[in-house]
């Protein structure tokens, strides 16, 4: 069963995947909550401190401006979000690129392309603590 949640920070810099997390959430029954779009790091961080409530950030890694996982060092750096879930989704797939997002603070990570119901599966990982859940949901 999928957590409910009030908000969720998508930080990603294709509108096109902002719209397909749209329609991925909507899927999952989550019309109810609220998805905040951040363009690149730095747009991120700043939406973030405006709204504390945030319960799952949803972060690509190469993005302008600010790249997710100085977005991550970042933001974990603040005892406010230390324990804010992060789940990356990115394009950079290699074992070292995950390991070091995991070590930034993300507690979960899916490689681009992935299918709906890997995020979904993973953010059910996540959320129930269930062991691996640091891992890829495939």
């Given at each position: 069963?999928?957590?409910?949640f009030?908000?969720?920070?998508?930080?990603?810099?294709?509108?096109?995947?902002?719209?397909?997390?749209?329609?991925?959430?909507?899927r999952?029954?989550?019309?109810?909550?609220?998805?905040l779009?951040?363009?690149?790091g730095r747009?991120?961080?700043?939406?973030?401190?405006?709204n504390?409530?945030?319960?799952?950030?949803?972060?690509?890694?190469?993005?302008?401006?600010?790249?997710?996982?100085?977005?991550l060092?970042?933001?974990?750096?603040?005892?406010?979000?230390?324990?804010l879930?992060?789940?990356?989704?990115?394009?950079?797939?290699k074992?070292?690129?995950?390991?070091?997002?995991?070590e930034?603070?993300?507690k979960g990570?899916?490689?681009?392309?992935?299918q709906?119901?890997?995020?979904h599966?993973?953010?059910e990982?996540?959320?129930?603590?269930?062991?691996?859940?640091?891992?890829?949901?495939?």
């Amino acid at each position: 069963m999928t957590p409910h949640f009030k908000k969720i920070l998508i930080v990603e810099d294709s509108d096109l995947l902002h719209r397909m997390y749209e329609l991925i959430f909507r899927r999952y029954r989550l019309e109810g909550c609220t998805l905040l779009h951040a363009y690149h790091g730095r747009e991120g961080v700043d939406l973030l401190a405006r709204n504390p409530d945030v319960e799952l950030v949803i972060l690509d890694i190469n993005m302008p401006i600010m790249s997710g996982l100085e977005f991550l060092q970042t933001i974990k750096r603040d005892s406010a979000f230390r324990d804010l879930v992060v789940i990356i989704i990115s394009t950079e797939g290699k074992e070292g690129d995950t390991l070091r997002g995991l070590e930034a603070g993300a507690k979960g990570y899916l490689t681009k392309p992935f299918q709906p119901t890997d995020l979904h599966k993973l953010i059910e990982r996540v959320f129930s603590g269930r062991e691996g859940s640091l891992l890829e949901a495939r």
